[in-house]
Every structure is written in C-alpha cells, then in structure tokens.
T-cell receptor, first 112, second 112 residues
Framework: AQSVTQLGSHVSVSEGALVLLRCNYS??????LFWYVQYPNQGLQLLLK??????LVKGINGFEAEFKKSETSFHLTKPSAHMSDAAEYFC??????????FGKGTRLHILP | DGGITQSPKYLFRKEGQNVTLSCEQN?????MYWYRQDPGQGLRLIYY???????QKGDIAEGYSVSREKKESFPLTVTSAQKNPTAFYLC???????????FGPGTRLTVT
C-alpha cells in the first residue's frame, strides 16, 4: 500500500531564506506525486505534480520539487521565502487509480 | 469559471441534528470525494464516488452518508451518529486523465 510521510508538522524560515519541506513516500509501483498548498480556511490548491516525465518539477509561486527514487523522496523547495508563502503544505501520492493519499501536512511559518 | 462550490462556508448545528453539506462541480469530472480535516491529522477520506448512483466508503465513513444522483452534485450528510462532527469538510473532484484532484473552498461545521 502507498503512504506518505511529511517530516516536521511545523517549519519556520526567515523571509528570503531557503524553504525546504520534506516528503517521503512508499509505493509498490511508480507513483504520481503531488504537492498541494492550503491557505487558512480555504481548499487545497495544486502546486506541482510529478508524473515520471522529469525528475525536477517546477510549480507555481516559484516552488519546485525533485523526485529521487533511490531515496523515495519528493522534497519541496523554494530559493527565497516570501511572507505570502505562509500556509500548510501537503504531499500526496497516487498510483494512478481512483484515490490520492495525503500526508499529514507541514505548516510553514515565515519569520520577518 | 469552472470549479467546485461548497455551501455554506460556515455551519452551526445543535448536537443530535443531521446536517447536509453541499458540493457542486462544473468540471465534468466523474469522480468526487469528501474529506474531513482536523488539525494535525491531514485529510481523511469519508466517501467517494466514481460515477453517478455509485459511491464507496472511505476510511472514516461511520456517521456520514452521501448520494450521487447527478454528475455535478455530491452532498454529504453528517448524521447524529457521528460522535465528533465538528471539523473542516472538503469536497474534491478528480480529473481521471491527469489523476489530479481539485478542491472546493470547504465548509467549517461546528456542532454544540
């Protein structure tokens, strides 16, 4: 069965610093991997998606993620944090069937 | 504009009352989903439907019921049997070609 583990329920970074949110997955077959963002009291918005076409995936708002099969990881990064990046981020995995499995989320805090 | 609408945004009910949360989509997606979100627990799947007039239980279906009479609509009823109904409820639909889920803005239900 597939699963997703997000390391750190809360991450704090200074404005302008590197953002790194960690995600490890477990899957018996090559998965699709996703990062979603959720602002307070809103739904989830797709940031980016890995579908095996390229290991480095670029998303919206300057985020990107790299698929590393050997490490079963799909970490999310952004070179320079902005105050508007403060939100909760969810990593998710799909086996290309009818369900997506979500991690428990990481809340990103941006320090001025 | 294509998307998913959920109404109302905030809902208050007394304990022992059933309440129905609305979810409508105009994305022409076959599959629709209901999730419950509690702080620190990520998204937990309540029910999902892959096609009209058919639906499956998710991980936490007890105390909930759904119907899928139209492709566009997937209402969720929170019954009095649900022991802890206060939560943020998210509806989603899936693009079956891309395996991407699209989310509504959510309904925050408070039961006192």
């Amino acid at each position: 069965a597939q699963s997703v583990t997000q390391l750190g329920s809360h991450v704090s970074v200074s404005e302008g610093a590197l953002v790194l949110l960690r995600c490890n997955y477990s899957s018996s077959v090559p998965p699709y991997l996703f990062w979603y963002v959720q602002y307070p009291n809103q739904g989830l918005q797709l940031l980016l998606k890995y579908t095996s076409a390229a290991t480095l995936v670029k998303g919206i708002n300057g985020f990107e993620a790299e698929f590393k099969k050997s490490e079963t990881s799909f970490h999310l990064t952004k070179p320079s944090a902005h105050m508007s990046d403060a939100a909760e981020y969810f990593c998710a995995v799909s086996l290309r069937d009818d369900k997506i499995i979500f991690g428990k989320g990481t809340r990103l805090h941006i320090l001025p | 504009d294509g998307g998913i609408t959920q109404s109302p945004k905030y809902l208050f009910r007394k304990e022992g009352q059933n309440v129905t949360l609305s979810c409508e989509q105009n994305l022409n997606h076959d599959a629709m989903y209901w999730y419950r979100q509690d702080p620190g627990q990520g998204l937990r799947l309540i029910y999902y439907s892959q096609i009209v007039n058919d639906f499956q239980k998710g991980d936490i279906a007890e105390g909930y019921s759904v119907s899928r009479e139209k492709k566009e609509s997937f209402p969720l009823t929170v019954t009095s049997a649900q022991k802890n109904p206060t939560a943020f409820y998210l509806c989603a639909s899936m693009d079956s070609n891309l395996y991407e889920q699209y989310f509504g803005p959510g309904t925050r239900l408070t039961v006192t």
